[in-house]
């Protein structure tokens, strides 16, 4: 079956503009996390959705980070006014259910973000 | 809060060389604990887990015990393959939280024959 996947791969920007990164859950799962990897600062967490809804949204690190999740399927993390230090790898994951530590949590492919 | 810790990388075996990577944490209440393997040009696969202390997860030839006592879920792997050499991540869910995972810094394995 289908994994979760995550759009575009590679994105490449110039500082101070917007991005949007996609990531498409698997079928049926109803928790989403966003995290990022970077060299500096390691994996960290970003937001997770339970249905449409964010309970946790601790791990963005500034207002210029935003996500939302439609539908229960789809979600969009979306970066206004990047800058050099948001360049990473976005993660995407998802489970069945969040708070229930044995439903593991499924991990795409990421997308490398680039900021010059 | 929640932190893991783990030893830093990287580490270079000799194949069929036993592997320990430790792992010790900071959690209130009882967290799940992982470890998860980023093979080159892959992404993140879990690998193991223990949901309760004392509680051993295995895969692959890898183990990890649940110590509450001395907080720690040290990785093991008897004889370690070319086919190993990967980025391993220990991680924990904490209580609450949605399941959010907190994660080590990463030790890199690199198995040579």
């Known amino acids: 079956g289908a994994g979760v996947s995550q759009s575009p791969s590679n994105k490449v920007t110039e500082k101070g503009k917007d991005v949007e990164l996609r990531c498409d859950p698997i079928s049926g799962h109803t928790a989403l996390y966003w995290y990022r990897q970077s060299l500096g600062q390691g994996l960290e967490f970003l937001i997770y959705?339970?249905?449409?809804?964010?309970?946790?949204k601790s791990g963005l690190p500034s207002d210029r980070f935003s996500a939302e999740r439609t539908g229960g399927s789809v979600s969009t993390l979306t970066i206004q006014r990047t800058q050099q230090e948001d360049s990473a790898v976005y993660l995407c994951a998802s489970s069945l259910q969040a708070g229930v530590a044995y439903n593991e949590q499924f991990f795409g492919p990421g997308t490398r973000l680039t900021v010059l | 809060g929640n932190s893991v810790t783990q030893m830093e990388g990287p580490v270079t075996l000799s194949e069929e060389a036993f592997l320990t990577i430790n792992c010790t944490y900071t959690a209130t209440g009882y967290p799940s604990l992982f470890w998860y393997v980023q093979y080159p040009g892959e992404g993140l696969q879990l690998l193991l887990k223990a949901t309760k202390a004392d509680d051993k997860g295995s895969n692959k030839g890898f183990e990890a015990t649940y110590r509450k006592e001395t907080t720690s879920f040290h990785l093991e792997k008897g004889s370690v393959q070319v086919s190993d050499s990967a980025v391993y991540f220990c991680a924990l869910t904490g209580a609450g939280g949605g399941n959010k995972l907190t994660f080590g810094t990463g030790t890199q394995l690199k198995v040579e024959l």
């Open positions: 959705f339970q249905g449409n809804s964010a309970p946790d």
